[in-house]
C-alpha cells in the first residue's frame, strides 16, 4: 500500500486559495487518489478523487503530475466553515486493498 | 447517493456487556465495508475490512473475538464489541464501498462508545 504524507497542519484566511499537496511515492498502477475531510465528531466526507491530471468538482480541484507521486486538493476562497481535518489516501478498492489513513492536514481558516 | 447510516449515533454501557453498531449502505450496494476505530485528536485507525458473504479481515492488532464483524447483505454490516471495557471507549466509523461507486469508499456519521 502506498504510505502518504501531507503537512500535519495548515493556516489560511477567509477568501484565500488553499493548497494541500501530499506525497506518495510507492503509488501503485491501479491506485485512485482520494481526498476526504473530517469535522470533529463526524464521518469523513468525500471531497473528490481522481487517478491522473486534473479533477475539478463544485468544492475542489485535484492536480496529479505525470509521475502520480504527488497530488495536491486546491480549495478556492476558503470559508472558516472549512476549518477541519484533510485526509488524502491511496488505494485500489478493486483488489480489496483498504485505505490506511495518515495523520491528515489541520486546516485552520481564520476571519 | 452514496449514504451511509449507523445506529447508533452514540452509546453508554457497562464494562463487561456486548455493544452492537449497525452499518447500512442506504442507497447502493456496498459488496465492502471498513470499520474504523478513531481516538480523540488521532486519525483513523482501520480495524477490519468485510467483503459480503465472507469473513471479516482483521488489521494487526484487532481481537477479532472481541470485535465481531458480520457483513450479511450488500446493505448491512455490523461490529458487536464484545465484553466492552473501558479501553474501548471510542468513536467508531465504518465505510461502504461498491462495484458502481468505483474507486470511492463513503463514511458513516460514526458511533460514540463510551464504557463505564
Known amino acids: 500500500l502506498a504510505k502518504t504524507t501531507q503537512p500535519i497542519s495548515m493556516d489560511s484566511y477567509e477568501g484565500q486559495e488553499v493548497n494541500i499537496t501530499c506525497s506518495h511515492n510507492?503509488?501503485?498502477?491501479?491506485?485512485?487518489i482520494t481526498w476526504y475531510q473530517q469535522f470533529p465528531s463526524q464521518g469523513p466526507r468525500f471531497i473528490i478523487q481522481?487517478?491522473?491530471t486534473k479533477v475539478t468538482n463544485e468544492v475542489a480541484s485535484l492536480f496529479i503530475p505525470a509521475d502520480r507521486k504527488s497530488s495536491t486538493l486546491s480549495l478556492p476562497r476558503v470559508s472558516l466553515s472549512d476549518t477541519a481535518v484533510y485526509y488524502c489516501l491511496v488505494g485500489d478498492i478493486d483488489y480489496g486493498q483498504n485505505f490506511v489513513f495518515g495523520p491528515g492536514t489541520r486546516l485552520s481558516v481564520l476571519p | 447517493g452514496a449514504v451511509v447510516s449507523q445506529h447508533p449515533s452514540w452509546v453508554i454501557c457497562k464494562s463487561g456487556t456486548s455493544v452492537k453498531i449497525e452499518c447500512r449502505s442506504l442507497d447502493f450496494q456496498a459488496t465492502t465495508m471498513f470499520w474504523y476505530r478513531q481516538f480523540p485528536k488521532q486519525s483513523l485507525m482501520l480495524m477490519a475490512t468485510?467483503?459480503?458473504?465472507?469473513?471479516?479481515?482483521?488489521e494487526q492488532g484487532v481481537e477479532k473475538d472481541k470485535f465481531l464483524i458480520n457483513h450479511a447483505s450488500l446493505t448491512l454490516s455490523t461490529l458487536t464489541v464484545t465484553s466492552a471495557h473501558p479501553e474501548d471507549s471510542s468513536f467508531y466509523i465504518c465505510?461502504?464501498?461498491?462495484?458502481?461507486?468505483?474507486?470511492?469508499?463513503?463514511f458513516g456519521p460514526g458511533t460514540r462508545l463510551l464504557v463505564l
Open positions: 465505510s461502504a464501498a461498491g462495484t458502481s461507486l468505483k474507486e470511492t469508499q463513503y
Open positions: 481522481g487517478y491522473k
Open positions: 510507492n503509488i501503485a498502477t491501479n491506485d485512485y
Open positions: 468485510s467483503n459480503e458473504g465472507s469473513k471479516a479481515t482483521y
